[in-house]
């Protein structure tokens, strides 16, 4: 089967020596580090940065023990007003009360948060001056509760400060943050092991967020048993988000023709760009979600299923939270950011909202189309996984340049 497929990356080559030289199309993996085409120095080292991880069916009840463990006093458990109802809440509290924790309760998590939710929960975290923090659900809350721990520790920043830019200042975090423990409730944004939180900036109608090794959490606790309380549609979407943040991880910029060379540690990005650690994350996660993504939507009392997700959602987070994404991503934003009328299925709130994973999902066909000519390997080998095998590469579509509609 070799032969179909070199032919396929031969033709890929030759489209992409005929297209465009934009950034995207300008680069091969091929190219050796030191000075990119543009001439600029690019970086010559990455950095891996992860949450420590605890994977377990019912390790949820460990949290009390592990804040005691911390010597924490004065706990702030974050949340949603959805999740605050259901077992896995009280599963938390119970282990407080067990274990001696005074802890306050914020249930006021933005399901696909803004700068104004954000700042309401900081405001919070301020008035609690609390020493440690929970965050239990999906990567709204997780997202939410970084935000909070890190403007509660440097109470005296503006908050564009630590955000993205251009919207913001993108400055470093220095000051020293208190421990954070994220117990995912969803299957899609890994956001237990990153130093990324989303956000909506309502003034520009625009995604943006703060990306830093500082603001990731302490620990993420990975129980399985919580999925089972997702419904359908939010598998499904948390699904395409691990879908993408695997894809783009594995066919980001390599990290050895990211520019400019940074001249200190401490202003290397968190997204580096594609690296050999990265990429083992990545295609895993990939794996995992071609064998079990279909099950956890159609079966939702399928635990292996689930199960298999919630650990695809934390491998392809170790992929992406320090590769980066791209287009997907960054095309997500617009669509999130601008449509505020469309009514999300399986989604209980009080808001309109597009489901990050499917405002991802959404371009993907059109953008492995077009980065495809940058990397036609590794998108063959993606194509594999998902199972279009080589044969099916022979289509026309390919000829123009897709491939194989990953």
């Not at 030191?34 to 970086?43: E, I, M, R, V």
């Not at 520790?153 to 421990?179: Q, R």
């Not at 200190?264 to 594609?274: C, I």
């Not at 919630?310 to 617009?334: E, K, Q």
Request: net charge positive.
């Amino acid at each position: 089967m070799a032969a179909p497929r070199d032919r396929v990356a031969h033709l890929l080559r030759q489209l992409q020596r005929a297209a465009c030289q934009c950034p995207s199309h300008s680069h091969t993996y091929s190219q050796a580090p030191g000075l990119s085409p543009s001439g600029k120095t690019t970086d010559y080292a990455f950095e891996m940065a992860v949450s420590n991880i605890r994977y377990g069916a019912g390790v949820t009840k460990e949290v009390g023990m592990d804040l005691q463990n911390m010597g924490a006093k004065n706990v702030c458990l974050m949340t949603d007003k959805n999740l605050s109802q259901l077992p896995p809440i009280q599963t938390v509290m119970d282990s407080f009360v067990k274990n001696g924790i005074n802890f306050k309760v914020y249930d006021n998590v933005r399901v696909e948060p803004t700068d104004r939710s954000f700042m309401e929960a900081i405001e919070f975290a301020k008035r609690g001056a609390f020493d440690a923090y929970v965050a239990m659900g999906g990567g709204s809350t997780i997202d939410t509760c970084k935000a909070a721990n890190l403007y509660a520790s440097s109470p005296d920043s503006d908050f564009l400060d630590y955000v993205n830019a251009p919207i913001g200042k993108g400055k470093p975090v220095t000051a020293p943050l208190k421990p954070l423990i994220a117990v995912p409730t969803t299957s899609g944004t890994g956001s237990e092991t990153t130093g990324v939180a989303i956000f909506d900036y309502e003034h520009l109608k625009v995604k943006t967020g703060i990306a830093s090794r500082a603001i990731k959490p302490t620990l993420g606790l990975i129980d399985p048993l919580h999925t089972l309380y997702l419904p359908e549609r939010v598998i499904a979407n948390s699904g395409f988000d691990v879908l993408c943040h695997a894809l783009e991880s594995y066919t980001a910029l390599p990290y050895h023709m990211r520019s400019p060379c940074p001249a200190n540690p401490v202003t290397r990005p968190a997204y580096q760009g594609s690296n050999p650690i990265s990429d083992i994350w990545a295609v895993h996660a990939l794996r995992i979600v071609a064998k079990y993504l279909k099950r956890a939507v159609r079966n939702p009392d399928d635990l292996e299923a689930r199960s298999n997700m919630h650990l695809a959602s934390a491998f392809a987070g170790i992929g992406f939270g320090n590769a980066g994404v791209h287009l997907c991503h960054g095309m997500s934003y617009p669509i999130s950011g601008l449509v505020k009328t469309y009514k999300a299925k399986d989604y209980n709130v009080d808001h309109p909202l597009v489901p990050h994973g499917l405002s991802v999902v959404l371009t993907s066909p059109a953008v492995f189309t077009f980065t495809a000519q940058m990397s036609p390997e590794r998108h063959l080998e993606m194509a594999e996984i998902l199972g279009k095998g080589h044969q099916a590469c022979t289509t026309p579509s390919v000829r123009r340049g897709s491939v194989c509609s990953v």
